[in-house]
């Protein structure tokens, strides 16, 4: 089992906290990871990306070959695209439809969507619409994260068990708020990776 | 001890350093090496064992500390990003000369491609210039153990050893496990005491004596489990720390060609002899510049068998990575998807409701009703000022160097020469600047924008917080030409005031906009809450 997944948004969206979330799930599987992230400079509202690998045999690079990732998951739509490059002709993008904008020449947010639409194999969520239509408008990131499990071969089980550590400091309604919005990124996801053909 | 922890590099050298028993960590914040501090002041085996960890002032002042720790025996890490070490300088090249006594390594996070940073100088040149063994891993448990490692070695040859990372080591994240923990050192001194004084009596002894250990050194290298020699093809690779996964990415059935991996230094000379005898071309894969590849080529390249970023093999900028690696290997190529066009660049930018940015509205207004002015800016958070919409600044070059180089200029006649520099940066290399423009009443305005932290490398305690206008005054700026602002909207009147006001005075005037980073009060207000 190979998984090169590259996470990607706007500094302090939160992709470092869904990164630490698989890998935990992938350590308890007994897979390899590496995980390749980005502090400093761009994190000031810059993009931001982390590379993540895991694998059933040792990995050697930290770095995602250009055309080998294998999902992109990504908190805004535009981000998702950045890393199109990188994208295996066989890859997934799972990506947030609600951009993040904070510059003057942010594209068309229309003309984006659809051609992240007009692409094969793209779970589209308005994660930012599903957390706060169920009062939990922090988790954005873990309705990503369980969109993303849809297509990421982990058990969901596991990924559960490893949002529930990262959060079990703050207390369990904390825990349980994580993981209803995992669960209801996960649900959105499914119903789509069904109507798309697609089975994982 | 033999849990497996997913972690940095950055936290597995912190870890390896703690575990081979040092007594402090010196160190000022620095991407990508700051990871390395934050850990120990975190851990709790650090605080069982009372290891130093608060932040120095600058790395300079933290490189003298860790001697200090050293020559009473005890073991001691120097952390700093890579140009940092052209502050440390001085202190580090003098402590090859005195040696060191309890074990003393010295680490270095280079940049390559400048990720975070304003070059991309290769921190592996410092060590071969001050003679010491330098380690470069390839793997985090590399730097684990390497670090335990380098402290052994330190003690035996009795000098500094540097470790040099590269961002991509430092900020990436794999597992490690641990060995057990060994207990730090006692207090003890070294018999040697002249050592110590570097009087050119004592120093020409010294540095014969460094001269002589070079072969000892190389010995140790070519005898080290790091290097390692694969025989293969006739095309050979030297892979120097992390590019030897890039490498070896690129073969996943297994490499077929000569392999030299290099993670320690000085280079070992048997096996690239024996490289140069079995192969028809060396390709030397090396992250930042090109080190070794300029050894062996030499000015005259009279093998013509060297390949790398000198040759154009790969770009001579800019880190490696698995594809520029692939290229060079001259393996085909991967089919990609094209760019999307709908993707812009997406800078970074000052936070919303950050007073730096109030700073430069109100700098901006001011310095436009003058012909000729110049804002020289510095280090920090504040150096974003440089984008849209602000634009406001004219210079950003090295920590401190906003107040030298308003004071030459206006030594020269510029007027009005502004200097802006952030707290952290002042009391980095800021004072001594101040001083000079002091004492020969430079008609400078400098303004040091507090927000109480360090805030660009994550909000780090800042050496000068509570005490800028103490040290202004101490250093001889006149009183009422220190002038503390609060910088807000609703302030705006006074603020251009101030500055109209202290630009007009003919001699050194200090602004001090003081108002808290938003993102460290945002997070001392979840604190409190939680
Ligand atoms: C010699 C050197 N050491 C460290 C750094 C890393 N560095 C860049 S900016 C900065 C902090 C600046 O803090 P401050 O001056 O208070 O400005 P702020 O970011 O808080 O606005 C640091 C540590 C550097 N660029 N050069």
Redesign the interface.
């Known amino acids: 089992m190979k998984r090169d997944i590259i996470l990607s948004g706007v500094g302090g969206q939160g992709i470092l906290s869904i990164a630490a979330i698989i890998g935990e799930a992938a350590l308890r599987k007994g897979l390899y990871v590496k995980q390749a992230e980005v502090h400093g400079m761009s994190q000031r509202g810059g993009d931001v990306q982390s590379n993540l690998r895991l694998s059933s045999e040792p990995i050697h690079s930290d770095l995602i070959p250009r055309g080998g990732t294998d999902a992109i998951i990504a908190m805004e739509p535009m981000e998702a695209l950045r890393y199109l490059p990188y994208l295996s002709p066989e890859g997934w993008m799972v990506t947030n439809s609600t951009p993040f904008i904070n510059i003057p020449n942010y594209p068309d947010t229309e003309q984006l969507l659809k051609t992240l639409k007009e692409r094969p194999r793209v779970i589209l969520v308005d994660a930012d619409a599903l957390a706060k239509d169920h009062g939990m408008p922090r988790a954005v990131n873990m309705v990503l994260l369980g969109a993303a499990s849809a297509i990421l071969g982990l058990d969901a089980s596991l990924l559960e068990e490893a949002v529930a550590g990262l959060f079990a400091s703050k207390g369990t309604e904390v825990v349980e708020m994580n993981v209803q919005a995992f669960r209801l990124g996960r649900e959105a996801a499914t119903q789509q990776v069904k109507g798309a053909g697609h089975a994982e | 001890m033999n849990e ?1 922890l ?1 972690i ?1 590099g950055d936290q597995a050298v912190a870890l390896g350093a703690l575990h081979a028993g040092i007594s402090g960590v010196y160190a000022y914040p620095g ?2 090496s ?2 390395i501090t934050e850990y120990i002041q975190q851990s709790p085996l650090a605080r069982e064992r009372g290891v130093y960890s608060d932040w120095c002032t600058n790395e300079k002042t933290a490189m003298e500390a860790a001697l200090g720790a050293s020559f009473i025996g005890k073991r001691a890490l120097v952390c700093m990003k890579h140009v940092g070490m052209n502050v440390a300088a001085d202190a580090f090249v003098n402590a090859a000369m005195t040696g060191t006594h309890g074990g003393l390594v010295v680490l270095a996070a280079d940049d390559p491609s400048m ?2 940073s304003q070059n991309e100088q290769d921190s592996r040149f410092y060590g071969k210039f001050a003679m010491v063994p330098i380690f470069e891993p390839s793997s985090q448990q590399e730097a684990y153990d390497m670090v335990r490692e380098a402290f052994d070695l330190s003690e035996a040859v009795k000098l500094p050893v540097l470790m040099r990372l590269t961002t ?2 430092a ?5 490690v496990t641990p060995a057990p923990s060994r207990e730090p050192n006692g207090i003890s001194f070294s018999e040697d005491r002249s050592r110590w004084v570097l009087l050119p009596v004592n120093a020409r002894r010294r540095y014969s004596e460094v001269i002589a250990l070079q072969d000892e050194l190389r010995k140790r290298s070519a005898a080290s489990t790091h290097n390692r020699y694969q025989p293969g093809n006739r095309q050979g690779v030297i892979a120097c720390g ?1 590019a030897y ?2 490498l ?3 073969y996943p059935n297994g490499c077929d060609r000569t392999v030299l991996k290099v993670s320690q230094y000085p280079l070992p000379v048997e096996p690239l002899r024996q490289m140069m005898a079995d192969c028809d071309e060396i390709l030397v894969l090396e992250d930042g510049q090109p080190f070794v590849e300029d050894q062996l080529r030499g000015l005259l390249d009279d093998t013509g068998k060297i390949r790398g970023r000198m040759s154009g093999q790969l770009p001579r900028t800019g880190e490696l ?3 520029n690696v ?1 290229a060079a290997l001259g393996l085909p190529g ?7 066009e ?10 919303a409701g950050c007073g730096h940015r109030d700073v430069y509205t109100m700098l901006n207004e001011v310095a436009k009703e003058y012909e000729n002015s110049k804002i020289f800016s510095d280090i920090g ?1 504040y150096t ?1 000022g440089a984008l849209p919409p602000f634009r406001a600044i004219d210079s950003c070059v090295d920590m401190g160097a906003s107040i030298t180089m308003a004071k030459g200029a206006a030594d020269g006649g510029l007027f009005p020469a502004i200097a802006v520099i952030g707290d952290s940066t002042f009391t980095h290399s800021g004072i001594t600047g101040l001083l000079d423009a002091v004492n020969s009443k430079a008609n400078i305005t400098v303004v040091i924008s507090d927000n109480l932290t360090t805030a ?3 909000g780090q305690d800042s050496a000068g917080t509570g005490k800028l206008e103490a040290i202004c005054w101490g250093v001889g700026v006149e009183r009422e030409h220190v002038r503390v602002v609060v910088p807000m909207a609703k302030n705006y009147d006074e603020i251009r005031r101030v500055l109209r006001e202290e630009i007009e005075y003919p001699g050194v005037s200090v602004i001090i906009p003081r108002r808290e980073c938003i993102q460290t009060l945002k997070r001392n207000l979840k604190k409190q809450r ?1």
């Open positions: 497996k997913l940095l991407t990508p700051t990871e990720h975070s991509r080591m900020h990436s994240r794999a597992v992390i996964n890039y070896m990415e690129n990575t698995p594809d692939r991967i089919a990609l998807n094209e760019p999307s709908y993707v812009v660049p997406r800078p970074p930018a000052l936070c958070c974003l660009m490398t994550g939680s």
